[in-house]
């Protein structure tokens, strides 16, 4: 199971876990989470990236402040921190203890 942490525009970050059993693919759950397709940012956070919805702009999503900083760079609409991707490019879970810190 990996552990992701989705960041909504209004509210508090929120978990997300992503399971083999759950019936969704790991594409299906992101894209879910920002609702369309995903495109990866970079983050200033070490050990993180973060999905976003590639056609944010766009649809004139609203600005994501806790994302934006986390990225430094304007971030519109939800947006999913994982952790970086493996040599297999599969995102691999967050740090748990930065899980903790935004989820408590």
Same mark, same amino acid.
């Given at each position: 199971m990996? #552990?992701? $942490?989705? *960041? +909504?525009?209004?509210? =508090? !970050?929120?978990? =997300?876990? *992503?399971? !083999?059993m759950s019936g969704y693919s790991e594409y299906e759950a992101l894209r879910k989470a920002v609702g369309w397709y995903i495109e990866g940012v970079r983050t200033q956070l070490p050990g993180a990236m973060m999905y976003v919805n590639e056609e944010g702009l766009i649809l004139g999503l609203e600005i994501n402040r806790a994302a934006s900083m986390f @990225?430094?760079? +304007? *971030? $519109?609409? !939800?947006?999913?921190? #994982?952790? =970086? $991707?493996? @040599?297999n490019g599969d995102n691999v879970s967050l740090d748990d203890d930065l899980v903790m810190e935004l989820c408590g």
């Open positions: 990996k #552990t992701y $942490v989705v *960041i +909504p525009v209004n509210g =508090l !970050p929120e978990r =997300l876990l *992503i399971s !083999p @990225a430094g760079q +304007p *971030i $519109v609409g !939800p947006a999913v921190l #994982t952790g =970086l $991707v493996d @040599a």
